[in-house]
């Protein structure tokens, strides 16, 4: 079992910044997908990025330029650096490690886009 834990999110204005972040402990296997999913109060959830051990990234078309997903492999942590926010961005973000068949989420954390 994997389990993973989220940091980072909270109440930014438009055009302003956040970094999330994402540790992952237990058994970890190196071949792995860990990403960043978000779903708003009446939406479905969705995908934003993820990111494989070596490196292979993918974001959704909403935040590509604006986020940037990296890992630490090391310290099986997975970032998201969250540049120009905006009001549509407002979600609970949560983090997302995939092993084949075996898959774990986080508990999620509020980001607030507002002025």
């Known amino acids: 079992q994997v389990q993973l834990v989220e940091s980072g999110g909270g109440l930014v204005q438009p055009g302003g910044f956040l970094r999330l972040s994402c540790r992952a402990s237990?058994?970890?296997?190196?071949?792995?997908?860990m990403g960043w999913y978000r779903q708003a109060p009446v939406k479905q959830r969705e995908l934003v990025a993820t990111?494989?051990?070596?490196?292979?990234?993918n974001y959704a078309d909403s935040v590509r330029g604006r986020f940037t997903i990296s890992r630490d492999n090391a310290k099986n942590t997975v970032y998201l650096q969250m540049n120009s926010l905006k009001p549509e961005d407002t979600a609970v973000y949560y983090c997302?490690?995939?092993?084949?068949?075996?898959?774990?989420w986080g508990q999620g954390t509020q980001v607030t886009v507002s002025s």
């Open positions: 997302n490690y995939q092993w084949r068949a075996v898959g774990s």
């Open positions: 237990g058994t970890i296997f190196s071949n792995n997908v």
């Open positions: 990111s494989t051990t070596a490196g292979t990234t």
